[in-house]
């Protein structure tokens, strides 16, 4: 598969810019945010960041960067109808709250969807819409002003030891008492890890090195993290009655990117064909 290291990066940096800006509205309005308020700041972020992303182009050219980086480490030059097949590229936000309780041992539920792109050896592309999917389960707990961080529930303790490979612990927290100053979120991958364990750091509030919002998004679009078991993103991650976030990469509705790539694949075809019969005419004559 190409790698699409630069929308990647474009994608983690909105990411980032959205965590900053949640930090500052906290600051200037919000103090003593609880954990969906902050959870809602950020997706309304985020959500801003990715529709300029996709407005100003940004988007397009950094998918267009990687696949011409692929062709170009084939040995190939990018064909011209490749700025056809990117520019209807377009990065959509999804949340959804939760209409009914749902035990999944989460707070809300964390996907990627991303296009796959694979380039064989005679310059022929392969398209693969919404080839990644990976998705992470998420609890979410905040400190309280007594010092405290919030308490998995009895059922939380009962259902999360088995989802533990692919879910993560956030955690919001709060730098001064007037808890106006957010910190940065800080998340721990639970892989590997006991929930006897997890309700010890929450006790002692000693916690491992966490990991940063950009490095969880960054983790999900390499396969890193979380799962891309479609049974357990449907029934556990992103249920039909649950709370989740869905960063979608994908083309604008109605279009259809297929056609484009089978007219980017002819024309490679008709081109090797022309080359062939020139040598075949030298080669007789």
């Not at 919001?172 to 590997?192: A, C, P, Q, V």
């Not at 006991?194 to 002692?204: D, N």
Request: charged share 30%; net charge negative.
């Amino acid at each position: 598969m190409i790698d699409l290291k630069d929308l990647r990066h474009l994608v983690v940096s909105e990411i980032n810019k959205a965590e900053k800006q949640v930090i500052k509205d906290v600051h200037l309005s919000l103090a003593n945010a609880k954990e969906d308020e902050i959870t809602t700041l950020f997706v309304v972020e985020a959500e801003r960041g990715l529709m300029e992303a996709t407005e100003s182009g940004r988007l397009a050219a950094a998918v267009r960067s990687d696949i011409e980086r692929g062709y170009w480490a084939h040995g190939h030059s990018p064909p011209r109808r490749l700025k056809h097949l990117t520019d209807g590229l377009v990065a959509r936000l999804r949340k959804q709250q939760s209409i009914e309780e749902v035990e999944t041992g989460g707070d809300f539920g964390l996907l990627i969807v991303e296009p796959q792109f694979r380039l064989h050896w005679d310059k022929q592309l392969d398209l693969y819409r919404a080839g990644l999917k990976r998705g992470l389960l998420v609890q979410a707990k905040r400190r309280c002003l007594n010092g405290r961080w919030n308490r998995f529930t009895i059922k939380q303790t009962e259902v999360l030891p088995e989802r533990l490979d692919y879910t993560a612990l956030l955690r919001y927290e709060f730098d001064d008492y007037s808890r106006k100053s957010l910190h940065e979120f800080n998340w721990h991958l639970l892989s590997g890890i006991t929930i006897t364990e997890i309700i010890h750091w929450l006790k002692s509030d000693e916690f491992p090195v966490p990991v940063t919002t950009s490095a969880i998004v960054e983790g999900l679009s390499k396969g890193e993290y979380g799962t891309d078991d479609k049974e357990v993103i449907e029934q556990e991650i992103c249920p039909d009655a649950g709370s989740y976030t869905v960063i979608e990469i994908d083309w604008k509705e109605g279009e259809d990117p297929e056609d484009i790539v089978f007219n980017l694949n002819r024309d490679i075809a008709m081109q090797k064909m022309q080359r062939k019969q020139k040598v075949y005419v030298k080669v007789r004559g």
